[in-house]
């Protein structure tokens, strides 16, 4: 199966998840393992936290999946805190 990555910006929030979850379910639409690229992204709201849940039950309904790359220990403290850290594959 092909990867595809999606890259995400400095944050993940009610502003933009809505884009970054269309662009991870258009990679999974197409039959590809998804990574998100969280290298320069240092804020992740309950929004955000919502949408790697939602894209990691997708990947999984569909037999693909979904990993998590280049988390930062402000977002990994984030996951840490609200118990998400473990939901998660890391690249």
Do not use: P
């Amino acid at each position: 199966m092909d990867t595809e990555t999606y890259k995400l910006g400095k944050e993940l929030d009610s502003f933009n998840y809505q884009e970054v979850q269309d662009g991870i379910l258009a990679i999974l639409e197409k039959g590809c393992n998804a990574v998100l690229d969280m290298t320069d992204c240092t804020y992740v709201s309950s929004s955000g936290l919502r949408v790697l849940l939602y894209s990691k039950k997708v990947a999984a309904s569909k037999g693909l999946g979904f990993c998590l790359k280049g988390v930062s220990a402000e977002v990994k403290d984030i996951m840490d805190i609200t118990g998400f850290d473990g939901f998660f594959e890391y690249a």
